[in-house]
């Protein structure tokens, strides 16, 4: 089950997959053939998105953690990035984040990055919502949180203006006997700050 997919501007043949239950596979022929990337180098199969840096494509960063939760779900452990196209990983944190929906690199800077978190697929945690990175993702900072229960889904930057940046937020947990999929909380957000401060967008939606 494919979850996430991106290209590469600059090199318009080059495309990377990322599975349900597999790791990270790249094609460099148009989809001709794939390569894994993650096999033994990422201790979890489960991938939630991938994010390219345009300017240069040799860095990389893996959310970890499927968000297209079915019945059969794995839970992620955290972000990893790779400088060196790929060959190599490291861990970067936000190990209990749980399942990984979106990444999204600043488009002239690839030390500043958000991730959309949905926490922990089976019970609450405090570890979800919208993470920010400025310095590579040494150190992390929870820049919009709801509850414990209540995750990130989605997080987009505006084209050409990466200080205006946009936050989907929903209740996602798996039980033995259902998906409890939506709430009263959640809804979407807008930042103007890069993503300091969120503020709920409220009109002009059902």
Do not use: C
Request: glycine content about 16%; charged content about 20%.
């Amino acid at each position: 089950r494919v979850t996430t997919v991106t290209g590469v501007p600059s090199k318009p043949r080059t495309f990377y997959m990322g599975v349900a239950s597999g790791g990270l596979f790249r094609t460099l022929d148009g989809g001709t053939t794939w390569t894994p990337l993650t096999d033994g180098k990422v201790p979890v199969g489960s991938i939630g998105d991938v994010a390219v840096f345009d300017s240069e494509p040799k860095i990389i960063y893996l959310g970890t953690g499927s968000d297209g939760v079915r019945s059969n779900v794995s839970t992620g452990r955290g972000v990893y990035k790779s400088t060196d196209d790929g060959q190599t990983w490291k861990f970067i944190g936000l190990y209990n984040a749980g399942q990984i929906g979106a990444i999204r690199i600043h488009p002239t800077n690839p030390d500043i990055v958000w991730v959309a978190a949905g926490g922990d697929i089976f019970k609450p945690n405090a570890e979800r919502g919208i993470f920010k990175t400025t310095d590579g993702g040494k150190t992390w900072r929870k820049v919009l949180f709801i509850s414990d229960s209540v995750g990130a889904m989605d997080v987009e930057l505006q084209p050409g203006n990466p200080n205006v940046v946009y936050a989907w937020m929903s209740r996602l947990e798996r039980k033995p006997w259902t998906i409890i999929s939506g709430s009263r909380e959640g809804g979407f957000y807008k930042s103007t700050d890069g993503g300091e401060h969120f503020t709920k967008i409220a009109t002009g939606l059902p």
